[in-house]
């Protein structure tokens, strides 16, 4: 058989057992995985080469475009779509944001400081799966460090002491046996060389707690994407590389879900936390800010004092007022960024709440001020040089609005309680929580999204 018939011939057999999956049968399985910086619109991008994604979106559901949290960056964007609610109310706002109480800054992105319970503030999904009696899981899924209600866990650390502290006991031993080595990934972090080999353990372990140990919810994190699209921009030949090996890992999964203990009983959810923008230059907010006499450095760069700070998060940055004299002056700090090429807006406390975000007064780690921009820039933290610098070469970023079309992140799901064949229009993420708790039975009470009943074959 020619390697085009073979490839027809899997098609044929992954359409065959979508459908079959796609019934009301009671759902005792749920893998959701993320991929990381996956835009929705790869999915009808003709370079990109995703295969099992596509079969999967036209045999199960999937939206045109699924919109995520402000700022469109991993860890809200994560926290979201695992509770059913916004900024505003789970507490991650941002991957690294300051406390103005303490003028220091608070780090979400790896789970360096806190754990699960100090992170969340309200109920995620696999808190409510957990009390309903069912077995969870988590692969490198972000702000589950030290989760009682997760029976199983990997963390999402660049950092080999986390991994030693959060990596469930007896895990790594169990893995290994089965022929599956987790033990170097504490060593390995974040650096990029390692990203396809990382994504592809994910998977197997994935594979492993569904098969090994019967888990009923199973989140898993893919990040390839994300690291190569920051490198070289999105719709780059790497990043079409790397989008393709992401669809290799999630064939990997629905087969092990397709295996007769999980067929008919079984849905997979597909999504990711945001897309991604080119750039090739940066904004550098704190020049503005110390050249307005609001940070004191010494010629080393060695801050002695902050009453203003500008904090990146890629196509926005939150600008932290730490004193009354500073706040004060918050209008002329308005006029001088404003005049900076590709700083798109300027939002205050009132445009906060429609965003998802908290007010200032409500949680201290919440900033006066919102800085956006548009692709082609992305906000740095340097505060010394020129304004506005070259980025070293074409890049990728995110953190931009929401509603933006290259933001739009994506959603497909499959399997059992799944209808087939149904496209939606543009979703939140907040919805996926509150869906998934619907398919397992399990509440959900505290979700703000909205439960997708069109997709679902009850």
């Not at 011939?9 to 999956?21: E, F, R």
């Not at 079309?405 to 064949?421: E, L, Q, V």
């Amino acid at each position: 058989m020619t390697s085009k018939a073979l490839q027809t011939a899997a098609i044929l057999i992954l359409a065959l057992t979508v459908g079959s999956a796609s019934n009301g049968a009671e759902v005792r399985h749920v893998v959701l995985v993320s991929i990381d910086g996956l835009a929705a619109s790869y999915l009808d991008d003709s370079k990109a080469d995703l295969p099992t994604l596509r079969e999967l979106r036209r045999q199960g559901a999937s939206a045109d475009g699924m919109i995520t949290t402000f700022p469109s960056v991993t860890w809200p964007a994560h926290t979201s779509l695992i509770t059913g609610t916004r900024p505003r109310s789970h507490g991650v706002l941002a991957n690294t944001v300051y406390d103005r109480r303490s003028r220091l800054p608070v780090v979400y992105i790896g789970d360096p400081q806190l754990t699960k319970d100090q992170a969340i503030h309200v109920p995620t999904l696999y808190d409510a799966a957990h009390a309903a009696g069912l077995k969870t899981a988590a692969v490198i899924w972000p702000c589950t460090n030290g989760a009682r209600s997760l029976d199983w866990m990997i963390p999402d650390s660049s950092r080999p002491e986390p991994h030693l502290r959060y990596t469930t006991p007896g895990l790594g031993d169990d893995l290994k046996r089965a022929g599956i080595d987790i033990s170097q990934l504490g060593a390995w972090g974040w650096q990029k060389q390692y990203a396809l080999r990382r994504d592809r353990l994910y998977a197997q372990v994935a594979s492993f707690l569904l098969e090994t140990k019967n888990a009923n919810l199973v989140l898993v994190h893919l990040v390839s994407t994300d690291g190569v699209q920051h490198l070289f921009g999105p719709r780059t030949f790497a990043a079409y590389q790397a989008a393709a090996f992401e669809d290799r890992c999630i064939k990997q999964i629905w087969a092990t879900l397709q295996k007769p203990a999980f067929a008919g009983n079984s849905a997979l959810f597909v999504v990711s936390d945001h897309g991604f923008a080119e750039y090739d230059k940066l904004i550098q907010p704190n020049v503005v800010l110390k050249n307005l006499g609001l940070i004191d450095a010494d010629p080393h760069g060695n801050v002695s004092t902050r009453r203003a700070w500008a904090v990146p998060t890629g196509g926005s940055a939150f600008l932290y007022l730490f004193d009354e004299k500073a706040v004060s002056r918050s209008a002329e700090i308005s006029r001088a960024l404003k005049t900076l090429p590709g700083v798109e807006s300027i939002l205050g406390p009132a445009e906060f709440l429609k965003l998802g975000l908290p007010d200032p007064k409500e949680n201290s780690e919440m900033p006066q001020l919102i800085l956006t921009t548009r692709p082609g820039y992305c906000f740095g933290d340097a505060m010394t040089g020129e304004p506005i610098v070259d980025a070293g070469g074409h890049k990728g970023t995110h953190g931009h609005r929401s509603e933006a079309p290259f933001m739009h992140a994506t959603f497909i799901a499959a399997g059992a309680g799944i209808k087939p064949r149904v496209q939606l229009k543009t979703i939140e993420n907040v919805d996926v929580a509150p869906t998934i708790a619907r398919l397992l039975r399990v509440p959900l009470p505290s979700a703000e999204g909205r439960v997708l009943t069109e997709i679902l074959a009850e």
